[in-house]
């Protein structure tokens, strides 16, 4: 594997773990809850 390879490796895992740290700590739902109240208010239904 070429120096390049291993750094695009490192940094996919370090992508996948930082996404798996969020989902963890419960991030996902507020993200969410943010970007419906967010669609709400441009649509004008909130």
């Not at 490192?10 to 993200?31: K, P």
């Amino acid at each position: 594997m070429t120096r390049l390879g291993k750094a695009r490796s490192l940094l996919l895992a370090l992508a996948v773990g930082c996404i798996l740290w969020g989902l963890w700590r419960g991030e996902a739902h507020i993200i969410w809850q943010k970007a419906v109240r967010v669609c709400m208010e441009c649509i004008g239904l909130g």
